[in-house]
């Protein structure tokens, strides 16, 4: 599932430079990816190297200074494509309960939107508790986003990134605050919400076990300008586990990603550490 010859999300010879006059900034350099229709692809690389832009760039949230960017055969935003996002900080409404939160983008995503009021709400509600029995929150759908903790927040914010069952979803750090075993955990509950419901995943992270754990490839990113330098497939069986992060395969992948990230980031490679 490369995307090579059907891709679902295409960047063609795209470039974008944020800025005008003195003060651009080249962020991405002539760009190329090919995304199949329900693959998972991480983006890893320096600080700064335009991972988040090309998120940008895929959900619409910019425009490619040159070049092309397509989503589901048509150049971004010529169709509606259903998107669902989740951010390292997974923001609530905090006077909403954990339920409505979840089930806010189906106030707000057509054809949801129309169905919301009276005829489909109870089935919404299902849906929802569904979801969030999935990432072991069954139970909480009453509660509000300050009684729960940082990892709990996070498994809510994937139920609501997932309930308008988005064709892509868009993954910028989404576990980088939390604990290594929360993270862990979350991990798995990722892996089984993909492996369910099959969107089309772009996971920008910084942890390279994250990314060899979750994406079925990885895109290795360098700066200055921001270009994709490797695409590096994982070739692991699913369901993948914990134990698997151990094996000699992975702990190559994970060691062969660091090193290209470090020859990414020099000169200056020695300032802060890169997560193995
Ligand atoms: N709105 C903006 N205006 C000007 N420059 C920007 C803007 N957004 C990003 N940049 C610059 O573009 C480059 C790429 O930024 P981007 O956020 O895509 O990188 P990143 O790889 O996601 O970084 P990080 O890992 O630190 O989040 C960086 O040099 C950044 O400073």
Avoid at 20 to 36: D, F, M, P, R, S
Avoid at 122 to 131: I, K, M, S, V
Avoid at 176 to 204: S, Y
Wanted: with cysteine.
């Amino acid at each position: 599932m490369t995307g090579e010859n059907d891709p679902f999300v295409q960047l063609q010879q795209v470039t974008l430079t944020y800025g005008q006059g003195e003060k651009t900034v080249a962020a991405l350099g002539e760009t190329n990816l090919k995304i199949g229709k329900g693959d998972f692809v991480a983006l890893v690389g320096p600080s700064g190297c335009g991972k988040s832009t090309i998120l940008k760039l895929v959900t619409g949230l910019i425009t490619a200074s040159s070049g092309w960017v397509f989503v589901a055969g048509r150049e971004v935003g010529a169709e509606p494509v259903r998107v669902g996002m989740a951010f390292q900080n997974p923001t609530m409404l905090p006077w909403l309960s954990i339920r409505d939160n979840v089930m806010l983008p189906l106030k707000i995503v057509p054809p949801f939107r129309q169905q919301f009021r009276a005829k489909r709400k109870t089935e919404f509600r299902d849906r929802a508790d569904a979801l969030l029995k999935q990432v072991g929150l069954a139970g909480f759908g009453d509660k509000f986003p300050w009684q729960l903790s940082g990892g709990m927040l996070q498994r809510a914010s994937l139920c609501r990134a997932l309930i308008h069952d988005p064709q892509l979803l868009m993954l910028d750090e989404p576990f980088g605050a939390l604990d290594q075993f929360t993270r862990e955990e979350l991990w798995a509950i990722m892996q089984d919400l993909w492996m369910t419901r099959r969107p089309t995943v772009l996971l920008v992270t910084h942890d390279l076990k994250e990314a060899g754990y979750l994406a079925n490839r990885v895109c290795v990113m360098r700066a200055r300008p921001g270009r994709i330098v490797e695409d590096c497939h994982v070739d692991l069986p699913r369901p993948r586990t914990i134990e698997m992060t151990y094996e000699p395969g992975f702990v190559s992948l994970t060691q062969r990603l660091r090193e290209l990230i470090v020859s990414a980031r020099a000169p200056d490679a020695a300032k802060t550490e890169v997560p193995a």
